[in-house]
């Protein structure tokens, strides 16, 4: 059966998954209050097109950061793909460049970042978390200069892993065959051996992340990078005037897909206070529950440059691999300019707040 809109990839992709692997991808933090509230808060938005204007041209092309993407889209960070596909990172990479799309590594690939650069035909970026062991961090640093990335998106919102129901019921470890292979297996080993009640990945956490950073540290990092940083996981204009104020090219607005802070603000409706605090002093992405290229439209209204996509393209990816996950943001893209088309905005430019209804649904 042909698969006509991003959601009908997920039962499928469940199917070809075992149960605990599926919890732990589509699982949240606590009561999973932003699974289903990312989704309602982009439903509640409406839009007021714009009739009689020349769309015979639509074109969806843009730039982020220096890099020419299709469309303003992009794969979010997500780590260890090869849990839904033996290719893993490299499939979703090569995905990502056939369809001119952003590519952001994430720090825990199953993939080596080399082979990653050398997949995909777009830009891409490195993500990471900030390790107790500096030296980890610089290390993954400079082989990312070295390979060409273009920009480092530091994840700032988890100073650890929060607690999510759905792996310790199952006590999710990564199994022997999955590998976080960008660092050493020692740094690694707490992912690895199933605990009953216990999650690996939040105990990997409690070990090796460094929850003692505050703003005053991202000079050092900066000191030591040509790159670009991207701040993921800002929420209030408040700590988006402090990214800017630190030397930030782009914050990236998401609640880390519902799996950080229970009850946090949904991204999209963070989004317009953010836009309004940076005003074009920094490039703004934003990501959680964007499920079709409507979506995409409404974040470029509130203020957005581009929008990551995270479950689906795994989704993608379990049912056909690179082709699967290359079909997902291909339908985002193809959605995308027909949203563009029909609201009378044949161009990025021309997407802006007075799209949107002033009286949400």
Not at 81 to 94: D, K
Not at 105 to 123: D, H, K, N, Q, Y
Not at 249 to 263: E, K
Request: net charge neutral; proline share 5%.
């Amino acid at each position: 059966m042909q698969l006509l809109s991003v959601d009908e990839y997920e039962a499928p992709a469940r199917g070809q998954l075992p149960a605990d692997v599926w919890a732990f991808l589509a699982g949240g933090s606590g009561s999973e209050s932003l699974i289903g509230g990312a989704r309602r808060a982009w439903d509640r938005i409406r839009l007021r097109p714009s009739v009689l204007v020349d769309v015979t041209r639509c074109d969806p092309a843009t730039t982020l950061l220096g890099g020419a993407l299709a469309a303003p889209m992009g794969v979010a960070p997500m780590a260890y793909h090869r849990l839904c596909h033996p290719v893993g990172e490299v499939a979703s990479a090569r995905a990502a460049g056939e369809q001119g799309a952003l590519y952001i590594a994430a720090m825990f690939a199953s993939r080596t970042l080399e082979e990653i650069a050398e997949a995909t035909s777009g830009p891409y970026w490195l993500q990471l978390y900030w390790l107790r062991q500096r030296e980890l961090l610089l290390g993954l640093v400079e082989r990312a200069e070295a390979a060409g990335y273009g920009a480092l998106v530091l994840t700032v919102d988890a100073p650890r892993v929060a607690r999510r129901l759905r792996d310790l019921r199952h006590g999710f470890a990564l199994p022997d065959h999955i590998r976080a292979v960008n660092l050493d297996p020692s740094v690694m080993a707490a992912t690895h051996g199933s605990r009953p009640g216990e999650s690996g990945i939040a105990r990997h956490s409690r070990e090796q992340f460094d929850a003692s950073i505050t703003w005053a540290d991202l000079g050092w990092l900066r000191e030591r990078t040509r790159l670009p940083l991207v701040l993921k996981g800002i929420l209030t204009a408040e700590d988006a005037r402090r990214a800017v104020a630190h030397g930030a090219a782009g914050i990236v607005v998401s609640n880390h897909g519902g799996r950080q802070l229970d009850h946090a603000v949904p991204s999209v409706e963070a989004l317009p206070e953010i836009a309004d605090a940076v005003a074009g002093q920094c490039a703004i992405l934003v990501d959680g529950g964007i499920r079709s290229g409507v979506d995409v439209l409404k974040a470029l209204a509130l203020g957005a440059d581009a929008a990551l996509i995270g479950r689906p393209v795994l989704w993608g990816l379990a049912c056909g691999g690179q082709a699967g996950a290359a079909a997902v943001l291909g339908l985002l893209r193809e959605e995308l300019t027909e949203a563009m088309v029909l609201s009378g905005r044949p161009t990025v430019g021309a997407v802006d707040r007075s799209l949107l209804s002033l009286h949400p649904a």
